[in-house]
């Protein structure tokens, strides 16, 4: 899966936590990472649906000014057509279902990059990205640095490769003091991502009832 990152042009204390819902709304935008091949994604208020058909590309939205503290976050999420099993820890060859994506920066460089898109926050090494992923054939709860940037982003992973509805209920404290070590900054950010390119296979998922608190 490709390294992405996002940015939210506000600053705000990370102390500040307010739970609250997702939407699948205006608010969310596709960024592709093929010029001719992407996923078709359909914002539905309260879920997200992905179809991919050997396809790569990332739905992301800016997190609201209450959302930067938050420190956990739980969701849905349902696939009808997998992809086959991969190792996620291999360039060119991690195919997954779904990644759902919390991405985190030091509140001062959210006030540094204020206004950068999302290419520009790429170069910033302070940019930490949780990636929880459905996908891969590895054991639930393992984590693993990401092959294309380690040290700032990384795999948590939730479910293998296969179908089914499920439940998620995740601890971003701790688990981002696990794959990097101390405590997040600013939950700038949120994506959903769909990978099938490497393998030409097909996915047929969706993400509802997305909560951070």
Do not use: C
Not at 72 to 99: C, E, F, H, Y
């Amino acid at each position: 899966m490709r390294f992405l990152s996002l940015v939210l042009p506000l600053v705000i204390s990370a102390s500040a936590v307010a739970a609250g819902p997702i939407s699948f709304g205006s608010s969310w935008n596709e960024q592709r990472l093929q010029l001719f091949n992407s996923n078709d994604y359909s914002f539905n208020g309260g879920s997200l649906g992905i179809a991919s058909d050997g396809g790569v590309s990332l739905a992301w939205t800016r997190t609201a000014r209450g959302d930067w503290g938050a420190r956990s976050a739980s969701w849905n999420w349902s696939v009808d057509q997998s992809v086959p099993a991969t190792d996620l820890r291999r360039k060119g060859g991690d195919d997954r279902n779904i990644s759902v994506y919390f991405v985190f920066l030091p509140e001062a460089d959210a006030a540094n990059m204020e206004g950068a898109n999302i290419r520009q926050l790429n170069g910033n090494p302070n940019v930490r990205i949780l990636q929880y992923v459905w996908g891969g054939n590895h054991s639930r709860g393992s984590v693993q640095q990401s092959p294309y940037a380690p040290g700032q982003g990384a795999n948590v992973i939730l479910r293998s490769a296969g179908t089914g509805s499920n439940s998620e209920n995740v601890n971003l404290a701790s688990d981002f003091a696990a794959a990097f070590g101390g405590t997040p900054g600013a939950l700038v950010g949120i994506a959903v991502s769909g990978d099938s390119d490497d393998t030409g296979s097909t996915i047929r998922a969706s993400v509802s009832n997305f909560a951070v608190r």
